[in-house]
């Protein structure tokens, strides 16, 4: 069934030609199913673990650097 | 107008083709909205274009489909990396950063090219996709390194703005005001297409600094030398490695993923089109590169001729090179600094608008009438709104966030980076469009370059005087 949110699209025809011209899953409204979920584990969780804490750090890091400079 | 006609009756023929063709059984209900309607139109015209196998058509068809890949390089050279730029040319002149610089393209491009194939091939935005296969937990951290690395850029183009207007006499209040008309003028069009043919004709004024580069005269040989050989080198010291990474950060900065992924959504790319998306990629970063070696080149005679730039501003490179290169020359130099404020402005904005939309599950897209995209507008319209009125606060050691803000992106970058690279070598969400080994090689390549150099300006700070026993200086 295709319902209608868009005043101009007044026949099935105009709606035919949109659905052809776009793909499935390139509705707005098809954006709403999720994607699976991926859990992270092994080498990917330990990476991403590791620059996130080196992120943290590093901001540490910056905010001393800016601190020193207006010292 | 015979040619208008022309093509509004190939497109008709087109729609007619569309509609005879089966239609895809949807067995859920199907929802139009508005964003679908317009975004339906810009791919008939593709598939017109794509059609026909003739040169007019073929320029038509790459015509229709760059946007993206130009517009994110050239917003990424922003007021902070056309400041980096000069600086690096006025501290250091021709030599090491000529072919540096280039190389830091390169790595744009490669990290870029990604965010193309992952947008064409799951039509998901960046945020979108980390939140929903990875979960809330790293997707929250990923949003807030954006927003915070988007909100600090923002206030650095403003500056660049309030500087460069501030050239020509014009009052701060009226420059950022006169930035953020603009910014609102791209919008109401409502409609992507013509949203993206506005910010591109405004981003090519980046330009502006290739003629500013020749005014100056610059020694070509001594260019293709510093090209060919990476020489004169600089001395090893802290301020060197500071002008590294920003130069690094002026080019590879976490919001042109979620921008250029987000857009090539927006735009409607399918995996068809991603040979043009690398296309748009690599146009984007060769005009982007030249603005950014002319800029290095125009304010290298600043270091010929021994002046000190240590805390310059856009308005000051532009009254320093007025002796050098005459009013006009300066003044261009100026336009450019407030065209690369405004147009960053615009996609920065953009790019928080869209991961903001993707994660709270609201409608994001520049397709929607203002009444369906209330949040999306707001959001992009009180990011930018915000870090204009930052600027205008009178006392704000606005000098110390422009000096941070691409060294806080070339931090941000690594994570960001991880992300992309799993999601872009998800054999699940990709198909076949996985990375290939020379890609998966080349981005883990820019991932360590990033962190090694973010590891060394850490000591630097922490140890500064490593760098002066090895530097000498």
Known sequence: MVRREEAQLDTSSDQQWILSALEHDQLAKAKKHPIARRRLKGASLFTVSALRIYLLFMMVVVVYQVWISTK | ?473
């Open chain 2, 1 to 473: 107008m015979g040619i208008n006609r022309m093509t509004k009756r190939t497109e008709a023929v087109e729609i007619a083709r569309a509609m005879r063709t089966a239609v895809r059984p949807v067995d859920d209900e199907v929802i139009i909205t508005h964003e679908d309607v317009d975004r339906a139109r810009d791919r008939i015209r593709v598939s017109t274009a794509r059609a026909q196998h003739s040169f007019s058509s073929r320029a038509r068809l790459l015509w229709l489909l760059i946007g993206p890949g130009v517009l994110v390089m050239l917003g990424e050279n922003d007021g902070p990396s056309m400041l980096s730029y000069a600086a690096t040319g006025a501290k250091f002149g021709v030599g090491f950063f000529i072919p540096f610089v280039v190389l830091t393209f390169c790595m744009a491009m490669v990290v870029q090219e990604m965010t193309v194939r992952l947008g064409a091939a799951t039509h998901r935005g960046h945020a979108e996709l980390i939140f929903e296969r990875f979960g809330p937990f790293w997707g929250w951290f990923s949003m807030i390194d954006l927003a915070i690395g988007n909100f600090l850029t923002l206030i650095t183009e403003f500056i660049a703005i309030r500087a460069g207007l501030g050239f020509f006499g014009v009052p701060p209040w009226a420059a950022v005001l006169s930035a953020l008309v603009i910014l609102y003028s791209a919008l109401m069009s409502h409609r992507y297409w013509t949203w993206e043919r506005i910010t591109l004709a405004a981003a090519l004024f980046n330009l502006v600094f290739i003629p500013v580069a020749l005014l100056t005269h610059p020694n070509w040989p001594s260019v293709g030398h510093a090209l060919l050989t990476w020489k004169p080198l600089p001395s090893l010291s802290g301020d060197t490695l500071l002008i590294i990474l920003a130069d690094i950060g002026a080019t590879v900065t976490p919001w042109m993923l979620f921008f250029q992924q987000s857009a090539t959504v927006d735009k409607g790319l399918t995996t068809k089109d991603i040979r043009f998306g690398r296309f748009d990629t690599v146009l984007g970063a060769v005009l982007a590169m030249a603005a950014a070696v002319a800029t290095i080149l125009a304010t290298a005679p600043l270091f010929a001729h021994q002046m000190s730039a240590e805390n310059f501003q856009a308005a000051e490179f532009a009254q320093a090179l007025q002796p050098l290169i005459g009013r006009f020359g300066a003044s261009l130099f100026a336009l450019g600094m407030v065209e690369a404020g405004i147009v960053a402005s615009i996609t920065i904005s953009t790019s928080s608008a869209y991961a903001f939309g993707e994660v709270a599950h609201r409608p994001h897209s520049l397709n929607l009438p203002l009444a369906e995209g209330k949040s999306f507008y707001g959001v992009l319209f009180l990011c930018a709104a915000a870090a204009a009125a930052i600027v205008l606060i009178p006392g704000l050691p606005l000098v110390y966030v422009v000096l941070v803000v691409n060294v806080v992106a070339v931090l941000a970058m690594p994570p960001a980076l991880v992300f992309l690279f799993m999601l872009v070598n998800d054999k699940e969400i990709m198909g076949d469009l996985v990375s290939p080994l020379w890609a998966n090689i080349l981005s883990t390549g820019v991932v360590l370059v990033l962190t090694t150099a973010g590891v060394l300006f850490g000591v630097s700070v922490i140890v500064p005087s490593i760098f002066m026993h090895l530097g000498g200086n």
